[in-house]
């Protein structure tokens, strides 16, 4: 059952994940998400000060569990109060020192208080000193006007409208006021309560999972007239605990509940909760399955959930990484119980749903595709191997498609779509379709460090968009940075609407390294669905081809080489012509 609350400490000295993010991104949390314990698990601790805090979970085991076990909480809290016993800056600023004692006014620093003033980024959430107005990392200006006017207010000025916004606001006037609600085929799924949850201690830079997300979304899409005006939104509720039962355990379930007694909370270091953090996942469960509903009914084309708490980590006993309840599960069982016979989810959150995964492994019913930061295992939550298919006759239903780098844009996702996810789901043939649409692989994302565009985004929507009869759900997940969250959700929200995805990335190369990570899916995949077997001859060629011209690079690249000239007259004369490429060695075949 529900265990107490309890108190816990901010585990220190942590083991950052590998990323290829800059270390001004890491830095202040390394960053959020990482490995430790002897188990292979994930942990995702949250901020240095984390002390007297409490700790919602299942067991107390699996609270233990939360902890790394390598450091003793007695150590953790005789640390502490190390710390707090006495440090330079509280010397400076306690008034215990006595007015008689011996006169050290010659020593500036004891009369002097100087304090760092700083100010937190509200695009991407970096701290800065107060003596910029530009954020050092993303540029954002100081009093960003990303909430009122979305991704359309000017990064580099103060908060007003920008020409592009008012342009928007003029061509879509017309429009707000002739659609009638009949001809809105576009569902959204939103309501203002989820805004409540939020993390309530104060920590050293705000938690990336802010309700500021939510506002920079609605903002881009009422300066853009999408919402409200073309699009309608759907009544909210409260999931129900029978609906939920069908994805959860009773403890888990449990578990969420209890929060809502208590004023902040934590399930995991970093997957924090108060007493409105309940309300606001059963709210966005509640959407999520009234959407899939609404779809398959036909009252609507296709829909967007803008909802918070997150889910794709939320497992069957567990909630972690940000999420509390899984969204794309409970909508993708809602689908089959108002009839639908299959079901597709695609993840393209930078991280892996092992909370879908687990909760789909077993079920041929639902096919779960998710394309991914990997590396190896080291890139939170560290599931998600190509090698990870499925279990108990349902091989094949989980595709895993695991990059092995940060930095990963347009072509590679584009290139995976057209190579592994839409052969596969084409084979599959669902009856609808479902995104866990993470936008943290965007460009200028803090936590995930990739470089996927709004344009690719958008493609990637065109391209789910022909399977299920256009019955599509996409579902908001991860992301971080307001600025590519909000242009991203409005560039998926227009292909939804009919609109054009702009460029066309079709015929864009791969990297080497996105080339590499599709062949090894195809060639684990390609055991379960037949389809696969001639695209991986096809890019296997690809890659010989690549291998060629890597080669000739490298052979080109050695003889550029420079050698020493007096080579030239002495005894390595002949290595000297081979260098410079005035001589070429043949090689004879030995019989």
């Not at 995949?525 to 690809?542: C, G, K, R, V």
Request: hydrophobic share 35%; charged share 25%.
């Amino acid at each position: 059952m529900v265990i107490e609350a309890l108190q816990t400490s901010r585990l220190a000295n942590g083991e950052a994940e590998n990323s290829n993010c800059p270390e001004s991104f890491l830095s202040p949390r390394q960053d959020c998400k990482r490995r430790h314990g002897s188990n292979g698990t994930i942990a995702t601790p949250y901020d240095e000060n984390c002390t007297n805090e409490h700790m919602v979970g299942v067991s107390s085991r699996d609270a233990t569990e939360d902890i790394d076990t390598n450091i003793q909480p007695d150590v953790v809290f005789k640390k502490a109060r190390v710390q707090r016993e006495l440090t330079l800056q509280d010397m400076y600023n306690q008034d215990s020192f006595d007015d008689d004692d011996e006169d050290d006014s010659d020593w500036e620093p004891m009369q002097k208080h100087f304090e760092i003033m700083n100010w937190f980024c509200t695009n991407c959430t970096m701290v800065n000193l107060d003596d910029f107005v530009h954020c050092d990392i993303c540029g954002e200006h100081k009093e960003s006007g990303i909430l009122r006017h979305g991704f359309f207010a000017s990064p580099s000025s103060q908060d007003g409208p920008t020409d592009v916004e008012l342009e928007f606001k003029g061509k879509y006037k017309d429009m707000q006021s002739g659609v009638s609600f009949s001809n809105r085929c576009t569902a959204i799924g939103f309501d203002e309560r989820m805004l409540l949850h939020s993390e309530v201690e104060m920590k050293p830079r705000p938690h990336p999972e802010r309700p500021d997300r939510l506002r920079a979304i609605a903002a881009s899409l009422a300066t853009a007239g999408i919402f409200p005006g073309r699009c309608h939104p759907i009544s909210p509720r409260e999931i129900t605990r029978e609906e939920l039962k069908m994805v959860h355990s009773l403890e888990q379930i449990e578990a969420v509940d209890l929060s809502s007694q208590i004023h902040s909370s934590y399930f995991t270091p970093d997957t924090y909760a108060n007493e409105h953090s309940a309300r606001a996942a059963r709210l966005a469960a509640g959407l999520c399955a009234d959407l899939a509903s609404t779809i398959l009914s036909g009252r609507a084309k296709n829909g967007f959930a803008l909802v918070r708490p997150p889910g794709h980590h939320a497992g069957v006993s567990q909630a972690m990484g940000f999420c509390l309840h899984n969204n794309a599960a409970v909508a993708a069982l809602a689908a089959l119980a108002a009839g639908a016979k299959k079901v597709l989810i695609v993840d393209w959150d930078v991280h892996h749903g092992n909370g879908t995964q687990e909760i789909f492994e077993r079920n041929k019913s639902v096919l779960y595709i998710s394309l991914h930061r990997h590396e190896g295992g080291r890139f939170y939550p560290g599931t998600g191997a190509a090698n990870e298919v499925g279990i108990d006759g349902a091989e094949g239903y989980c595709v895993n498609v695991p990059w092995n780098r940060g930095g990963v844009g347009d072509n590679d996702y584009v290139f995976a779509f057209q190579n592994v996810v839409l052969p596969i789901a084409s084979e599959f043939d669902p009856d609808f379709t479902i995104i866990s649409a993470g936008f943290d692989a965007a460009r200028g994302d803090p936590l995930g460090c990739c470089d996927v565009t709004p344009a690719g985004y958008a493609q990637m929507t065109h391209m789910l968009n022909a399977l299920s009869g256009g019955k599509l759900l996409v579902i908001l997940e991860g992301g971080y940075n307001l600025r590519s969250i909000s242009s991203s959700a409005t560039s998926v929200i227009k292909v939804l609407l009919g609109e054009n995805p702009g460029c066309e990335l079709g015929d864009s190369a791969p990297s080497k390294s996105g080339l590499v990570t599709v062949l090894e899916v195809l060639k684990i995949q390609m055991n379960f669905w037949p389809s696969l077997a001639s695209l991986f001859t096809e890019l296997q060629s690809l890659w010989e081809i690549y291998a060629a011209e890597n080669k000739k690079k490298q052979i080109k690249k050695i003889r550029r080489a420079d050698a020493p000239i007096w080579w030239k007259w002495g005894r390595k004369r002949l290595l000297y012509q081979i260098i410079k490429g005035h001589l070429r060695v043949r090689s004879r075949g030995v019989n």
